[in-house]
């Protein structure tokens, strides 16, 4: 039985509402508290797919026209994303470039009943690696260029699988020669994703997308590295499963095992379960699923919970220990130990070492601090 206070319950029926393909709002509950529940609405990307199931009655007038604005620009931005890639995909094929586009605008248009359902802020465009430098020159002809972010250039080009552009109007390009790092444990075959791929209609253009069950695998990486706690990602899930029989989800487990994604596949339906209704498949949970102990964990981070409530309140740390408990047991401790005692990758990730070589002290400061968060999230754990 699911612990979920009223908010998080009137969310959990909504998206269960969507699932089961019912038509117009919900009813909520006596005990909902309304404001908490507008809050938590402004966090979760996925309200553009689940507002039509808001029962408008519990929304002032103020809320529900701003509610509305904030879909009528979301819509807008989906659009507009898509009439880029309409625009980007004929100058990569003047150099023979076919990307694959992976994750949201693929999703848009082919499991969505509208493209604007599916809310993505970037285009992620997968090319070969030699094929980089030549996609960021056609790029910077069409006014794209490299973005600031967090982590320097150096960490991309050695320890990641993309490189972000920002082009006009702020639409944001990731280019992708992989889709795990470098060292990840999980692991995956670019070669099988861009033979299954297919082509997706757009406008007077065209475009490879990943299979669903590509799709589906990574929609489990993305949910390992942030913590299974994007609601979009069990919707995408919902969608595509409905389009694999018994034959391809045995072989959605096979690849599974053979990509150390067999707990992490198993996790993201039996969240889908918990959230949605909608049964696992038996043969991923024969098997996928991971040990006793590992499930008992599992069950007590209540990652339904987490997916649907204010992001704000998810706890540091928490992404870090589901990748833990995903990883097969037998590179648990390696894992554990390199976010512990980080080495130069893990320090340019924490922001360390970018300017020079990382003091005595910033490195004894981040260990205490990686290791006071682990002990809050194992007390959280035991506590229930």
Same mark, same amino acid.
């Given at each position: 039985?699911?612990?979920?206070?009223?908010?998080?319950?009137?969310?959990?029926?909504?998206?269960?509402?969507?699932?089961?393909?019912?038509?117009?709002?919900?009813?909520?509950?006596?005990?909902?508290?309304?404001?908490?529940?507008?809050?938590?609405?402004?966090?979760?990307?996925?309200?553009?797919?689940?507002?039509?199931?808001?029962?408008?009655? @519990?929304?002032?007038?103020?809320?529900?026209?701003?509610?509305?604005? #904030? =879909?009528?620009?979301?819509?807008?931005?989906? @659009?507009?994303?898509?009439?880029?890639?309409?625009?980007?995909?004929?100058?990569? !094929?003047? @150099?023979?470039?076919?990307?694959?586009?992976?994750? *949201?605008? #693929?999703?848009?248009?082919?499991?969505?009943?509208?493209?604007?359902?599916?809310?993505? &802020?970037?285009?992620?465009?997968?090319?070969?690696?030699?094929?980089?430098?030549?996609?960021?020159? &056609?790029?910077?002809?069409? *006014?794209?260029?490299?973005?600031?972010?967090?982590?320097?250039?150096?960490?991309?080009?050695?320890?990641?699988?993309? $490189? &972000?552009?920002?082009?006009?109007?702020?639409?944001?390009?990731?280019?992708?020669?992989?889709?795990?790092?470098?060292?990840?444990?999980?692991?995956?075959?670019?070669?099988?994703?861009?033979?299954?791929?297919?082509?997706?209609?757009?406008?007077?253009?065209?475009?490879?997308?990943?299979?669903?069950?590509?799709?589906? =695998?990574? *929609?489990?990486?993305?949910?390992?590295? !942030?913590?299974?706690?994007?609601?979009?990602?069990?919707?995408?899930?919902?969608?595509?499963?409905?389009?694999?029989?018994?034959?391809?989800?045995?072989?959605?487990?096979?690849?599974?095992?053979?990509?150390?994604?067999?707990?992490?596949?198993?996790?993201?339906?039996?969240?889908?379960?918990?959230?949605?209704?909608?049964?696992?498949?038996?043969?991923?949970?024969?098997?996928?699923?991971? *040990?006793?102990?590992?499930?008992?964990?599992?069950?007590?981070?209540?990652?339904?919970?987490?997916?649907? #409530?204010?992001?704000?309140? @998810?706890?540091?740390?928490?992404?870090?220990?589901?990748?833990?408990?995903?990883?097969?047991? $037998?590179?648990?401790?390696?894992?554990?130990?390199?976010? =512990?005692?980080?080495?130069?990758?893990?320090?340019?990730?924490? !922001?360390?070492?970018?300017?020079?070589?990382?003091?005595?002290?910033?490195?004894?400061?981040?260990?205490?601090?990686?290791? =006071?968060?682990?002990? $809050?999230?194992?007390?959280?754990?035991?506590?229930?």
């Amino acid at each position: 039985m699911l612990k979920l206070d009223p908010e998080t319950g009137y969310l959990c029926d909504i998206a269960r509402a969507w699932a089961n393909g019912v038509q117009g709002p919900v009813p909520p509950s006596s005990a909902l508290d309304k404001d908490r529940f507008v809050r938590m609405v402004s966090t979760i990307p996925a309200m553009q797919t689940l507002a039509p199931f808001i029962d408008p009655v @519990i929304l002032t007038d103020l809320e529900n026209s701003q509610l509305q604005k #904030s =879909l009528q620009v979301s819509h807008h931005r989906t @659009i507009m994303m898509l009439l880029e890639l309409e625009r980007l995909v004929p100058a990569l !094929g003047e @150099i023979g470039c076919r990307p694959v586009v992976l994750k *949201g605008a #693929s999703l848009a248009l082919t499991v969505y009943d509208k493209p604007e359902h599916r809310w993505f &802020i970037d285009l992620d465009l997968l090319v070969e690696r030699g094929e980089v430098e030549a996609v960021y020159e &056609i790029l910077g002809r069409l *006014g794209y260029r490299h973005a600031q972010t967090a982590h320097p250039a150096r960490y991309y080009d050695d320890y990641h699988f993309h $490189r &972000i552009l920002t082009g006009p109007q702020g639409v944001c390009v990731e280019i992708h020669w992989g889709i795990t790092l470098p060292r990840s444990v999980y692991t995956y075959d670019l070669d099988q994703l861009r033979f299954a791929a297919v082509e997706i209609p757009l406008g007077e253009a065209s475009f490879l997308g990943p299979s669903a069950m590509d799709q589906v =695998l990574h *929609g489990v990486l993305q949910s390992v590295a !942030g913590g299974f706690y994007d609601l979009r990602r069990f919707l995408d899930l919902h969608l595509l499963d409905s389009r694999l029989d018994d034959s391809e989800h045995h072989l959605l487990c096979a690849r599974a095992l053979r990509h150390n994604l067999a707990t992490g596949l198993w996790l993201q339906y039996h969240i889908r379960e918990e959230l949605l209704g909608a049964a696992m498949p038996p043969v991923i949970d024969r098997l996928c699923r991971p *040990g006793p102990s590992v499930v008992r964990i599992l069950e007590r981070l209540n990652g339904v919970a987490m997916c649907l #409530s204010d992001q704000t309140r @998810i706890p540091s740390g928490y992404a870090t220990l589901l990748h833990w408990l995903s990883v097969p047991a $037998r590179y648990r401790t390696r894992e554990v130990r390199r976010h =512990l005692f980080p080495d130069s990758e893990g320090l340019l990730e924490a !922001g360390l070492g970018v300017e020079g070589p990382v003091r005595p002290w910033e490195y004894c400061r981040l260990n205490m601090e990686r290791m =006071l968060e682990t002990a $809050r999230l194992m007390h959280r754990v035991v506590r229930g």
